[in-house]
């Protein structure tokens, strides 16, 4: 059960990371996305993005980790928590740089 649980988590939550990923892609494409716009510097930017990635998982690993951290002998969910902000944090980083200067 662990096993499916963790696959199908893993599955949503690139998924979520792929539409960050897409919003670097649409401003490639010629629009401008508001942090670009406003004349922010990557650095800004990529937080801008990270807490977007972060914002979009947090719904489902949240709760995923508290019940995992509570259901599953011997095991906390922080893993849960590290793994979406690391995720988010690539996706944010794969964004800028699908989008280009």
């Not at 096993?3 to 539409?19: F, I, K, R, S, Y």
């Not at 990270?50 to 709760?63: D, I, K, Q, R």
């Amino acid at each position: 059960m662990r096993g499916w649980v963790g696959t199908l988590v893993g599955l949503a939550l690139a998924a979520q990371a792929a539409a960050v990923i897409a919003l670097g892609r649409v401003e490639r494409g010629g629009r401008r996305w508001l942090d670009r716009s406003v004349g922010l510097g990557q650095g800004h930017r990529w937080l801008g993005r990270c807490a977007l990635g972060m914002g979009l998982m947090s719904w489902l690993v949240v709760p995923l980790a508290i019940t995992w951290g509570l259901a599953v002998p011997g095991a906390s969910g922080w893993p849960w928590l590290f793994a979406a902000a690391a995720l988010a944090a690539l996706g944010a980083a794969a964004s800028l740089a699908v989008a280009g200067r």
